[in-house]
């Protein structure tokens, strides 16, 4: 059974870079989609992008600009950087996994919360 | 960028059948996902490619998607109070390659 666990820290002060790691246990990152995904308090959710396991990435153009997501199949673990954040940004982080565009995203972290305030 | 509506919230009685609806412009063409998301918790996917579900996800749970009317319809029979949840409709935006999702349904049992 693959699991998903997000860390990082918790809290980031405006203008920094929020750097949060996802590590896969139970199975292999081939041929699927590691995605991140968060969820502004009391808010619906919000697609910040992808890293395809063969290096092709995807981004919410809404976030792009700051957006870096990066695999490390050695560790069994993909990242995201989200760089000059704002209040805006304080949300539940979630990392996820994709088959492909038929399959959705079957398997998710349980969700980190990042505060950012200085 | 590709839109996807979803009301509010629905409410239905324990025991009755539940519909969510998901509308979006030519929607029938795209595969659509449903996902369910309780207080505190992570979401988990319930049907995925229109109407197929994922293994111990219960019959209960089943999906439509109708290109004639612009929307997909999650519906959920005899429901229970655990259905109590949020519920998100996502599909794949083709010409802009990434995820969208609905602003969510709040699924309540009276």
Same mark, same amino acid.
């Not at chain 1, 808010?43 to 870096?68: A, C, D, H, M, Q």
């Given at each position: 059974?693959?699991?998903?666990?997000?860390?990082?820290?918790?809290?980031?002060?405006?203008?920094?870079?929020?750097?949060?790691?996802?590590?896969?246990?139970?199975?292999?990152?081939?041929?699927?989609?590691?995605?991140?995904?968060?969820?502004?308090?009391?808010?619906?959710?919000?697609?910040?992008?992808?890293?395809?396991?063969?290096?092709?990435?995807?981004?919410?153009?809404?976030?792009?600009?700051?957006?870096?997501?990066?695999?490390?199949?050695?560790?069994?673990?993909?990242?995201?950087?989200?760089?000059?954040?704002?209040?805006?940004?304080?949300?539940?982080?979630?990392?996820?996994?994709?088959?492909?565009?038929?399959?959705?995203?079957?398997?998710?972290?349980?969700?980190?919360?990042?505060?950012?305030?200085? | 960028?590709?839109?996807?509506?979803?009301?509010?919230?629905?409410?239905?009685?324990?025991?009755? !059948? +539940?519909?969510? *609806?998901?509308?979006?412009?030519?929607? %029938?063409?795209?595969?659509?996902?449903?996902? #369910?998301?309780?207080? =505190?918790?992570?979401?988990?996917?319930?049907?995925?490619?229109?109407?197929?579900?994922?293994?111990?996800?219960?019959?209960?749970?089943?999906?439509?998607?109708?290109?004639?009317?612009? !929307? +997909?319809?999650? *519906?959920?029979?005899?429901?229970?109070? %655990?259905?109590?949840?949020?519920?998100?409709? #996502?599909?794949?935006? =083709?010409?802009?390659?990434?995820?969208?999702?609905?602003?969510?349904?709040?699924?309540?049992?009276?």
């Amino acid at each position: 059974q693959v699991q998903l666990q997000e860390s990082g820290p918790g809290l980031v002060k405006p203008s920094e870079t929020l750097s949060l790691t996802c590590t896969v246990s139970g199975g292999s990152m081939s041929n699927y989609y590691w995605s991140w995904i968060r969820q502004p308090p009391g808010k619906g959710l919000e697609y910040i992008g992808y890293f395809y396991y063969s290096g092709s990435t995807n981004y919410n153009p809404s976030l792009k600009s700051r957006v870096t997501i990066s695999l490390d199949t050695s560790k069994n673990q993909f990242s995201l950087k989200l760089s000059s954040v704002t209040a805006a940004d304080t949300a539940m982080y979630y990392c996820a996994r994709g088959q492909g565009h038929y399959y959705g995203l079957d398997v998710w972290g349980q969700g980190t919360t990042v505060s950012v305030f200085s | 960028s590709y839109v996807l509506t979803q009301p509010p919230s629905v409410s239905v009685a324990p025991g009755q !059948t +539940a519909r969510i *609806t998901c509308g979006g412009n030519d929607i %029938g063409s795209r595969s659509v996902h449903w996902y #369910q998301q309780k207080p =505190g918790q992570a979401p988990i996917l319930v049907v995925y490619g229109d109407s197929d579900r994922p293994s111990g996800i219960p019959e209960r749970f089943s999906g439509s998607n109708s290109g004639n009317t612009n !929307t +997909a319809t999650l *519906t959920i029979s005899r429901v229970e109070a %655990g259905d109590e949840a949020d519920y998100y409709c #996502q599909v794949w935006d =083709g010409s802009s390659d990434h995820l969208v999702f609905g602003g969510g349904t709040k699924l309540t049992v009276l």
